[in-house]
């Protein structure tokens, strides 16, 4: 049931992560666990997404529960409701049982409904949650948008080769949730923070509130 349905969104094979994606973001990952190989492998092969949510509870490794007396046989895993598509840009096999893959974050979404099938992949009902507005960084905000260049003129002049650089071209330096969803990546803040700056849906509130966050965490503008 799952190989028929899994390539659309009323079946979307979730991968779980103690970290936030944001449309546009860059996320390289290592895929390891067999749950996961076989989604990653159909997903790239059919060109379609998965959905990246954050974990509020469990590891990314699936782990067995200290007290492993009957019920269920893996710790729990709980995640927060609103996660971001991901799409699979590169897809590497180095050896048997490992995939190196590169992704960007494309349209966030609400989960509706969810189920843990039997072999351990989270599939899930989700909502398509509207894109974010283009709105131009408004003049006040300009030098949060001036030290992020700065972030990526430096990266790049110490030669961080292009897959490492923590944020991909196009540089969209004049769109307010381009350089917000960048600066949230960067900026050390609780994953339950982050997830909720994701969700927003006011790009320009967004900028906003990192406006704050690079104040509070002295970073110069």
């Known amino acids: 049931m799952y190989m028929s349905q899994s390539l659309s969104l ?9 970290s936030v994606l944001y449309p546009g973001g860059y996320l390289p990952l290592q895929i390891f666990e067999v749950r996961y190989l076989d989604m990653i492998g159909k997903c790239f092969k059919a060109n379609v997404p998965f959905g990246i949510v954050t974990l509020n509870q469990g590891s990314e490794v699936r782990q067995a529960p200290g007290n492993a007396a009957g019920g269920n046989s893996f710790a729990e ?17 180095p050896q048997p049982g490992l995939m190196l893959i590169q992704c960007t974050g494309s349209q966030r979404f609400e989960v509706s409904q969810h189920e843990l099938l039997k072999h351990g992949l989270w599939v899930a009902h989700v909502k398509l949650l509207d894109a974010d507005q283009i ?4 003049s006040d905000l300009k030098p949060v948008a001036n030290t992020l260049k700065r972030v990526i003129t430096t990266l790049q002049a110490q030669g961080t080769p292009p897959e490492q650089m923590p944020m991909q071209p196009p540089y969209q330096l004049d769109d307010c949730a381009w350089v917000a969803n960048r600066w949230c990546e960067l900026l050390p803040m609780p994953q339950e923070l982050k997830n909720r700056l994701m969700a927003l849906d006011n790009p320009l509130v967004r900028l906003e509130l990192v406006s704050d ?6 970073i110069p503008t």
Request: glycine content about 6%; hydrophobic content about 40%; proline content about 14%.
């Open 10 to 18: 009323q079946s979307l094979p979730l991968f779980p992560l103690n």
């Open 135 to 138: 709105v131009p960084v408004p």
């Open 77 to 93: 895993e709980i995640f927060y409701p609103k996660g971001t598509l991901a799409r699979i840009t590169k897809l590497s096999r």
């Open 213 to 218: 966050l690079l104040e509070r965490n002295g």
